[in-house]
Every structure is written in structure tokens, then in C-alpha cells.
């Protein structure tokens, strides 16, 4: 099989490439998948430049890509209702990373029936972004209807899952993005939107019950001060002092990791299907150009998901 690897720490256009590698073993709880796409996540060239280790000893060459979409086309012998043939989406094990190739396997408990209504390149862009999303919301903040949110960086691929499913929640939602990106952020649910270039989002007119952080830095530190006494900041970036700012602001503050998981995939499958998530797709990169795709979305210029696509 073909699949995108890392020979080594470094930059990308030198060390990561098109190799020949042998199948990953299937085990008794797994789907074996023939990829169809897969999407381009900044821990993928974070893991290239050596700045983020998932695994405490990296073996090189190192396979890249954590989720993609694609048909099943193996059962393993404890799996229960998946069959081969199934259009499947899905978030990897972070020990088990290589969705950038022709096949990859996955434990069938991470997986989820892909959206009918999406394409595989589309439905390769949606497991971390939504993931990240429901978990930040509903597990961290343990939002309920009616409650104020602030997204930041509500343009993101993150920041516009949170803010679709956020007022599929039922929450009235604020994000900041660029005025370029307002009237699509405004589409996707957000009631305000507010410049983070020309306008402070501390003016708000009421304080906030959730702030849902994906940019990080001075906009996080910045953000303990439109929280309601009790409130929750959410981040996906880390909180430095977390605990002392919590206590100082009175409130609860939560950073997270995402972590896969096929049940929360099915329902979100089914909002995409009922028209409530969408994905926007900045580019498609064929599988040898994977290192283009890398480079395009460590370049930070990508309005949308990074994909790619194994044809089919």
C-alpha cells in the first residue's frame, strides 16, 4: 500500500513523502478502510516540525494523518454493525496514526456511517473539527439552551463546527472573526459577529456564559473578563495557570483534548444530514501531493479543511 510518511523532524518539503509500506495489522475490534480522502489537521505538521509528540518514542519513518473517510472492505472477527461495503468516517487512535494512504484501520468503536448527504472529501473534514466541538460544549461547558456563547476564531474550521452546533443547542452564539469571513460566520448561526481587527468583544452588552477559545494568548487572557461569575472558558490551546485564573476570575475553566469516538461521529452524522453542520473545503490535494497540502495548511491562509484525496 501507498502512504504518506515523515522519515525524521523537520521540514516538510525535505522529510515527508510518498513511501511503500506494508498494511497495518487488522485486529479482532477493527475495520479495515480503502480510503477515499482525508483531512489535513495542524497536529499533522506539528508532529513534521517536532513541536507536538503524540507518542513518547517516535518510530521513523512515522505514518501522518489521524481522519479521513473511505469504504470498509474488512471486519474484524468482535466487530458488530459494520459490513464491508460501509461508507465510513472517522478519528484514529492517536497511536495509530496513517490516514494519509490507500488503506488505514481503525478500531470500529471510532468510527461512524459517513453522512449520505456529503461527499468523501467532504465527510474527511468533519471528525476532529465537530468532535472537538460537541466535546468542548457538551461534556466541558455542559451548556443548556439559552445561554450566551463566544466563539473565538469563529471562522476556523473548530470555530465554525462549535458555532452550528452550538445553536443547534439552542445557544445564542457571538463569534469574532474577520469582516471578510462575518456574512458566512452569520450563515452558519452566529447572531453577532464581531471584527477582532476593528472591534473589542469586551464592549459586549452582557456577560457571557460560555467562551469557547480556539485562538489562545492575550484573546484567552482577555476573555476571563466577559465570563459571568460561574461561567466556563473552554479551550482547545492549553490554559497556563489555569487553576489560579479560575479562582481569581470566579469561574470554571477547562482545557481539553478531543478524543475519538464513533457514537458522537453517528449523531453528528446525522446533523450534517438534516442540513445543521456544514464543512468548507479550502483545497484537494491528490495523495502525492500531500507535502503541498501540509505546507497549505501550516501556511494559515486556508479557509477551510485541507483534503486529500486517494480518488474513487
Do not use: C
Not at 452582557?206 to 461569575?229: H, I, K, M, N, P
Request: hydrophobic share 45%.
Amino acid at each position: 500500500m501507498r502512504a504518506v510518511v515523515s522519515k525524521s523532524h523537520g521540514k516538510i518539503e525535505e522529510v515527508v513523502g510518498l513511501a511503500t509500506v506494508d498494511e497495518p495489522p487488522l485486529r479482532p475490534s477493527d475495520l479495515r478502510v480503502e480510503m477515499r480522502a482525508a483531512s489535513v489537521n495542524p497536529i499533522d505538521w506539528l508532529i513534521v516540525a517536532g513541536a507536538l509528540r503524540v507518542l513518547p518514542d517516535e518510530a521513523f519513518p512515522l505514518r501522518l494523518g489521524s481522519d479521513g473517510a473511505g469504504v470498509v472492505t474488512a471486519v474484524g472477527a468482535d466487530v458488530t454493525g459494520f459490513s464491508v461495503g460501509d461508507q465510513v468516517f472517522f478519528r484514529v487512535a492517536p497511536d495509530r496514526t496513517g490516514t494519509f494512504a490507500t488503506v488505514a484501520v481503525v478500531d470500529a468503536a471510532l468510527a461512524a456511517r459517513m453522512p449520505a448527504s456529503v461527499s468523501f472529501a467532504e465527510a474527511a473534514g468533519i471528525p476532529l473539527v465537530a468532535l472537538t466541538a460537541w466535546q468542548g460544549l457538551v461534556e466541558q461547558a455542559r451548556v443548556e439552551a439559552g445561554q450566551r456563547l463566544l466563539v473565538h476564531g469563529g471562522a476556523g474550521a473548530v470555530g465554525a463546527a462549535v458555532v452550528q452546533i452550538a445553536r443547534h443547542l439552542g445557544l445564542h452564539v457571538t463569534a469574532t472573526a474577520g469582516a471578510e469571513d462575518a456574512d458566512w460566520v452569520r450563515d452558519l448561526g452566529a447572531e453577532q459577529v464581531i471584527d477582532y481587527r476593528t472591534q473589542s468583544f469586551e464592549d459586549a452588552a452582557e456577560a457571557y456564559d460560555v467562551v469557547f477559545d480556539t485562538v489562545g494568548g492575550q484573546t484567552q487572557d482577555r476573555s476571563l473578563s466577559v465570563l459571568r461569575r460561574g461561567g466556563t472558558l473552554v479551550s482547545v490551546l492549553g490554559v497556563p495557570d489555569a487553576e489560579q485564573k479560575a479562582k481569581l476570575h470566579d469561574v470554571t475553566v477547562r482545557p481539553f483534548f478531543m478524543r475519538p469516538d464513533g457514537a458522537q461521529l453517528a449523531r453528528i452524522a446525522a446533523l450534517v444530514d438534516t442540513g445543521g453542520l456544514r464543512s468548507r473545503t479550502d483545497r484537494v490535494f491528490p495523495l502525492e501531493d500531500a507535502p503541498q497540502a501540509l505546507i497549505r495548511s501550516a501556511s494559515g491562509h486556508a479557509k477551510g479543511k485541507v483534503i486529500i484525496s486517494m480518488g474513487g
